[in-house]
């Protein structure tokens, strides 16, 4: 059998977020979402050339932006034990508020909607049934 094609844990479809301040990101993810950093390279001068972080069982890729790679912005959805708590920490950690978490009628999940820094837009779920 030949060597797996992708590393041990992984997906085989992550998220790549490219931000002006990679650095403040990951650290923005850790305390939202406890993530880890799995791998991260960094350019002669520091700068975070490319990062794998590892939220629950699903890995981000991530880089700080450049002159040839500009930021760009995503939505992600994230599912979470407790919507509540992981929304009041993102807010209290400086992203903004959009939407708090409720239930929607035909929604089996409680939802809530914030912002980071670099306009990358969150939606965390708890499935309630």
């Not at 094609?5 to 992984?10: A, D, I, R, V």
């Not at 650095?23 to 975070?48: H, P």
Request: proline share 5%; hydrophobic share 40%.
């Amino acid at each position: 059998m030949t060597k797996d094609f992708k590393p041990e844990g992984y997906n085989s479809v992550s998220p790549y977020f490219i931000v002006d301040g990679a650095d403040k990101f990951i650290d923005l993810l850790k305390q939202v979402f406890d993530a880890k950093v799995l791998r991260e390279f960094r350019l002669s001068d520091g700068n975070l050339m490319h990062a794998e972080v590892q939220i629950d069982d699903s890995v981000i890729m991530l880089s700080n932006s450049s002159a040839k790679y500009p930021p760009i912005t995503l939505v992600m959805h994230v599912y979470v034990p407790d919507v509540d708590k992981i929304y009041q920490i993102a807010i209290e950690a400086g992203c903004e508020a959009v939407e708090a978490p409720k239930e929607n009628d035909g929604d089996p999940d409680r939802r809530g909607t914030f912002k980071d820094f670099a306009g990358n837009m969150w939606s965390v779920g708890t499935q309630m049934c």
